[in-house]
C-alpha cells in the first residue's frame, strides 16, 4: 500500500463518518467553515485536517460532497446555525457570568443559596412572560437546588420601568417573590395595577416608594439592558443557563434540560 492510499482511507473515512453522523456532523463542518475567516478557528480546523492526512485535495473533494449534501438537504442549515449561535452565546457569557448570575440583592426566586443558577430577562408588562410564570414555578419546584436571579429588562411599555422598580423596592423588604407573583397575577402594569400589586406583596409602600426612586435602583435597570445588548437580547423573557442561552417562552422541557446540563458541568 502506497503513503497515498492510507491517506485517502482517511478521507474517504472522515467523509463517511460526516454523513453516518447527519446533520449534527454536517452542523459542525458547516459552523467550522462558517467562522473560517476568523484566524485561530481556522488553524484549529487545518490542523485537525492535517492530522487526519487529508491534504488540499481530498479537502476540496470533502467540501465539495458536503455542499452538495447542504443542497440537497437545505434543513440541516438551521441546525449548523443554532449551533454557531450557541457558540457565539458562549462566548459572550463566558466573561459576563459573574455579572449576569449577581442579583439585584432580594432579587431572587427559588433557592437564594441554590447552586444551580437561571437568570431571566423579564418584563411586567411581557405576555409571554406571563405565560412562563407557571413553567418556572414546575421548575423550582422540581430543583430544590435552583436559584433564578431574574434581571428587570422594562423594554416593552412605558408603565414597565415604574412596576421594575418597584419591584426592586420589593427585594429590598425581601418580598420579591411575592411583588412578582402578584404583578404577574394582575392586571398590566399601570399605576393602580402596581399599587395593588405592591399591597398584596406587604410592601411599606412610601418606603417603597422612595426607594424605587433612588439613583442606584435606576442604574441597575440600565445594567440590565446593557447586559440584554451584549448578549444579544432584544425581547422578553429571555434565559442564560450555564453557557446556553434560550429566547422566549420555551417549553418547560426545555428549560430542564439547560438546568440538568448546567448542574453537570
Same mark, same amino acid.
Given at each position: 500500500?502506497?503513503?497515498?492510499? %492510507?491517506?485517502?482511507?482517511?478521507a474517504?473515512?472522515?467523509v463517511?463518518?460526516?454523513?453516518?453522523?447527519?446533520?449534527?456532523?454536517?452542523?459542525?463542518?458547516y459552523?467550522?467553515?462558517?467562522i473560517?475567516?476568523?484566524?485561530?478557528?481556522?488553524?484549529?480546523?487545518?490542523a485537525?485536517?492535517?492530522?487526519?492526512?487529508?491534504?488540499?485535495?481530498?479537502?476540496?473533494?470533502?467540501?465539495?460532497?458536503?455542499?452538495?449534501?447542504?443542497?440537497?438537504?437545505?434543513?440541516?442549515? %438551521?441546525?449548523?446555525?443554532?449551533r454557531?449561535?450557541?457558540?457565539?452565546?458562549?462566548?459572550?457569557?463566558?466573561?459576563?457570568?459573574?455579572?449576569?448570575?449577581?442579583?439585584? %440583592?432580594?432579587?431572587?426566586?427559588?433557592?437564594?443559596?441554590?447552586?444551580?443558577?437561571l437568570?431571566?430577562?423579564?418584563d411586567?408588562?411581557?405576555?409571554?412572560?406571563?405565560?412562563?410564570?407557571?413553567?418556572?414555578?414546575?421548575?423550582?419546584?422540581?430543583?430544590?437546588d435552583?436559584?433564578?436571579?431574574?434581571?428587570?429588562?422594562?423594554?416593552?411599555?412605558?408603565?414597565?420601568?415604574?412596576?421594575?422598580?418597584?419591584?426592586?423596592?420589593?427585594?429590598?423588604?425581601?418580598?420579591?417573590?411575592?411583588?412578582?407573583?402578584?404583578?404577574?397575577?394582575?392586571?398590566?402594569?399601570?399605576?393602580?395595577?402596581?399599587?395593588?400589586?405592591?399591597?398584596?406583596?406587604?410592601?411599606?409602600?412610601?418606603?417603597?416608594?422612595?426607594?424605587?426612586?433612588?439613583?442606584?435602583?435606576?442604574?441597575?435597570?440600565?445594567?440590565?439592558?446593557?447586559?440584554?445588548?451584549?448578549l444579544?437580547?432584544?425581547?422578553?423573557?429571555?434565559?442564560?443557563?450555564?453557557?446556553?442561552?434560550?429566547?422566549?417562552?420555551v417549553?418547560?422541557?426545555?428549560?430542564?434540560?439547560?438546568?440538568?446540563?448546567?448542574?453537570?458541568?
Amino acid at each position: 500500500m502506497t503513503d497515498k492510499q %492510507p491517506r485517502r482511507l482517511g478521507a474517504f473515512a472522515a467523509v463517511a463518518l460526516l454523513f453516518a453522523a447527519g446533520g449534527a456532523a454536517l452542523g459542525w463542518w458547516y459552523e467550522h467553515r462558517s467562522i473560517a475567516a476568523t484566524g485561530s478557528e481556522d488553524a484549529e480546523l487545518e490542523a485537525s485536517l492535517a492530522s487526519a492526512g487529508i491534504d488540499g485535495k481530498e479537502r476540496a473533494a470533502i467540501e465539495g460532497l458536503v455542499r452538495s449534501y447542504i443542497l440537497e438537504h437545505p434543513e440541516v442549515l %438551521p441546525e449548523a446555525m443554532e449551533r454557531l449561535q450557541q457558540r457565539e452565546a458562549a462566548a459572550q457569557i463566558g466573561p459576563m457570568r459573574g455579572a449576569i448570575e449577581t442579583p439585584f %440583592p432580594g432579587a431572587v426566586l427559588g433557592n437564594p443559596n441554590g447552586k444551580v443558577t437561571l437568570v431571566e430577562f423579564t418584563d411586567f408588562a411581557c405576555t409571554y412572560c406571563r405565560q412562563s410564570v407557571k413553567a418556572l414555578d414546575d421548575l423550582i419546584a422540581k430543583n430544590p437546588d435552583l436559584r433564578v436571579v431574574v434581571r428587570e429588562l422594562p423594554i416593552i411599555a412605558p408603565e414597565s420601568a415604574p412596576a421594575a422598580r418597584m419591584a426592586l423596592a420589593a427585594a429590598a423588604q425581601g418580598r420579591y417573590p411575592a411583588y412578582h407573583k402578584a404583578m404577574f397575577e394582575g392586571a398590566r402594569p399601570s399605576e393602580e395595577s402596581i399599587a395593588a400589586a405592591a399591597g398584596v406583596a406587604g410592601l411599606d409602600l412610601a418606603a417603597a416608594r422612595s426607594f424605587a426612586a433612588r439613583p442606584d435602583v435606576e442604574e441597575e435597570l440600565k445594567r440590565n439592558l446593557q447586559m440584554a445588548r451584549q448578549l444579544g437580547i432584544n425581547g422578553t423573557p429571555a434565559w442564560v443557563i450555564g453557557d446556553q442561552l434560550v429566547h422566549g417562552a420555551v417549553p418547560a422541557a426545555d428549560l430542564q434540560a439547560a438546568i440538568d446540563a448546567a448542574r453537570k458541568s
